[in-house]
């Protein structure tokens, strides 16, 4: 074989070349023509990173992309050929790449963008020039950028004139973004404009522009020196310089085309004009924040239009503003509100993958009453049905089923409180639930479930929501219990207790914190907090008999708990395909008084799809706890805690169109508050946590369609809290079926874990 290859070796050589020319790309280029390989810039001044980011992005075009020196994507258009069809335009179209050629750059006009991008910042009279650089069939242009000095803002000066337009333009003077000493920018110019014209439009100045406002620069002050003239523009039409006022309001609370002159009625100074009569008057006109003689404010124009969406009843809202035909200076405002369909029906039929593992088909039926007592309440009622089977993990077979029937109302306003003005900007919910649920777990038990919640909902601004929810109740009746989970439960009286003890009636309160609306930051957060009480108000009527310790109301025990948790996301932005995701979960529940445990539904359990991916649901914790029968059918009721902490870190990056991966790494674990002679090593010791944590790793495939994302998460784990030699990393065997069969675990689910 060595004395193959020394004696052909030299026939490797051009075989090299061939290839390396091949996939540089310039084998495709017809007879004269150049590959553009990009461009350099040079500057004789140092300037602003902005500046010079915003430089370089007027350069254009950009080259074709490169990998270790070569243009694969261009050698992979020039290999699909002319065809148009099959794999070759695929080939072409969405894999390739065109060739940039340099007939197609226009060197002298980037030159001028230049200049122009320079004297926008103030950089007056500079000069750019560029120089065309050629390598064989290669072409590259370097740019040369002699900047002026930068000018800067002496004076600032705002209109002079007596008229009232021009008084109000000089009351904006205070808040103005050109400062002394700040560099003139074109960008803040038009900025200022649109301030001005802001503030005009909510002072009644309806047909205000931005564009009747000038600004003249006069250079001649000083050297480098600027005075700025703010001024408005001698053909500004005259009705632009008036303020109006109000005059009627129409409000067409069903519109339709021909519809226009039908029941009228005044109410508060508007008209309420409606056909067939679908709303309370009062339900629309509260929402419209138009008043009589009032000035036109368009802060008010968008307040109406946000609250009238808010009722959920509308399809389209169009606010028409004209000028009134008989009063100079006043308009006329027609609201044309057209609504959805009051009744609808859905059926859907899905499959799900769940943060438990378990998976599997189902069905759910829903109604939807949009205007339910005519004053847009929404009441909602779903009939849901579910069959499941956990996929992966010990207990591969078990099945259950779900059937549940839930209802909501939701009604626009607080009941029966009345809005103050802190609730004007967003409109508050009043939300009443109200479920019934069957579960079985076949083999195992069978669980009813019934809950009430009653909640206000609300927003303090755009960012920031609450929500309290003054009552809740759940009740949970745990039977048909088989008898292999009854002798479970006879070995575990703690969990015993927290499935008795499933009569909770309590209240709490939510709060959340978010910008990640803000699609245009590079760091986006989301904080959520809870709070939930139980038990404390049952106090009042609750009883306890002679022989028992614990306390019932009407014979049924009762939950005593305080539970806090908190869920904290951080995005960071690398780039515009890449970015890391991080988040921190916390949660802590405290029985006390009737309850020396938590009910089951209110504790933690750790592991899943959506949590630790390495290692299947309530297979983790708490603590350094492994049940006695880890290995054979491990059916995980005891794998709860009363404390959760959890952190999820990712990184996020762009592979093709709708395909995106993902490294991962994720920690945390569950734990008891006090000791349980059941579960050893489960209680919490404060020195231990960060010993005790589960760590597992992997990656991921996403398939990202914007409303819809399918994703494929592979992990393994790499430290076990439960190992008596906890770090498992030495010990990863991918060629061992046995290793992949214990340790690798492929999680498929619909969306984002956080």
Known sequence: MIVVFKKYKLLLIP?????????????????????????????????SSSLENEIENVVKPKPNSKLLGMRPKLTLYYLAGDKDKGFSKLLKNKIGEKPILFKNVKAKKTALLIENRLENNGYFNSNVNYKIEKQKRKVSIKY???????????TLIFPQGSSSIENEIRKTYSSSLLKKDNSYNLEVLKKERKRIDKILKNKGYYFFNPDYLIFQIDSSVAKSRLNVYLKLKDETPDKAKFAYKINNIFV?????????????SLVDGKYYISKHKIFRPNTILNAVYFQQNKVY???VHNLTYKHLMALDVYKYIEIKIVQDSISKHSLNIKLLLTPKKKISVDAELSAVSKSNNFAGPGIKFSFTDRNFFKGAEKFNINLDSRLETQISGNNKWNNSYNIGLTSELSIPRFVPLKSTSYFVKFVPLTKI?????????INYFKLN?????FKYKWKANASNSHTLKPLVIDFVDLVNSSSEFEKYLDKNPIIRKSFEEQFILGSG???????LKKSNLKLNYAFKGSLDLSGNLLNLFATKAASEDIEKVFGVVYSQFLQIKSDFRLNQKISKKSKFAFRLFSGIGLPYGNSTTLPYLKQFFIGGTNSLRAFTARSVGPGEYLPDNTGTENIYFDQTGDIKLETNLEYRFGIYSIFKGALFVDAGNIWLLNEDKNRKGAEIIADKIIDQLAIGTGLGLRIDV???????DLAFPVRKPYMQDKWVYDKINLASKNWRKENLILNIAIGYPF
């Open 449 to 453: 479930s019934l809950k009430f919640t």
């Open 509 to 515: 309160y939510e709060f959340s914190i978010t910008n």
């Open 15 to 47: 075989i090299v070349m061939m290839a390396f020319v091949s996939c540089s790309g310039l084998s495709g280029l017809q007879y004269g023509e150049y590959l553009y390989t990009g461009a350099k810039i040079e500057y004789t001044n140092s300037l």
């Open 252 to 264: 067409y609370a069903d519109y339709s085309l021909g519809n226009l002159l039908v029941d009228t």
């Open 706 to 712: 914007t409303f819809f994302v399918l994703r494929f």
């Open 297 to 299: 404010s368009r802060n």
């Open 433 to 441: 639930n109200l479920g019934y649920n069957l579960f079985n777990r």
């Open 144 to 154: 040369f950028v002699d900047a002026n000095v930068q000018y800067l803002i002496d």
